[in-house]
């Protein structure tokens, strides 16, 4: 009696590697290469067969239209600007003060620059002008960046 092997990742399909064999990075990119596009080949077929089969006569027309007259990106709605940014950033700051939080991290403020309509680099300068204006003490740990308040 055998096995039938599956997919270590329990989706059922069947395996492309079946056995572990220990190779170099050099020639486990030779692998990858020749297996990786076979199967992502197979992947985009069946996408398209699936997306054809749903798609309408409206949206072939949207497809065909000129690159100018999709719109592409975010939706019509105007960007935020820097004191509505500066703002945001600063309620959080509130509330985390607000709630004990001593030791503060970029990663509170993980969802201000798509509310804000600013980059992530863009919180680290915030948080670094509120070092220079004395609100918070640099905290930096183990190469993470990190603030307090002030005393």
């Given at each position: 009696m055998s096995k039938e092997a599956r997919c270590a990742a329990s989706c059922g399909a069947t395996p492309v590697?079946?056995?572990?064999?220990?190779?170099?990075?050099?020639h486990g990119l030779e692998v990858a290469s020749a297996i990786v596009p076979g199967v992502l080949q197979g992947s985009f077929d069946l996408a398209r067969r699936e997306a054809a089969a749903t798609r309408s006569p409206a949206?072939?027309?949207?497809?065909?239209?000129?690159?100018d007259a999709v719109r592409t990106g975010l939706p019509d709605r105007p960007r935020p600007t820097r004191e509505e940014a500066d703002?945001?950033?600063?309620?959080?700051l509130d509330a985390l003060r607000k709630a004990g939080v001593e030791r503060i991290s970029p990663s509170h403020?993980?969802?201000i620059p798509a509310m804000a309509g600013r980059s992530r680099p863009w919180?680290?300068?915030?948080?670094g002008a509120r070092v220079d204006e004395g609100v918070?003490?640099?905290?930096?740990?183990?190469?993470q960046a990190g603030y307090r308040f002030a005393a």
């Open positions: 590697i079946t056995k572990p064999v220990p190779l170099c990075v050099l949206d072939w027309e949207a497809v065909a239209a000129p690159p703002r945001l950033a600063a309620e959080r403020f993980r969802d919180v680290y300068m915030w948080l918070l003490v640099d905290d930096s740990r183990g190469g």
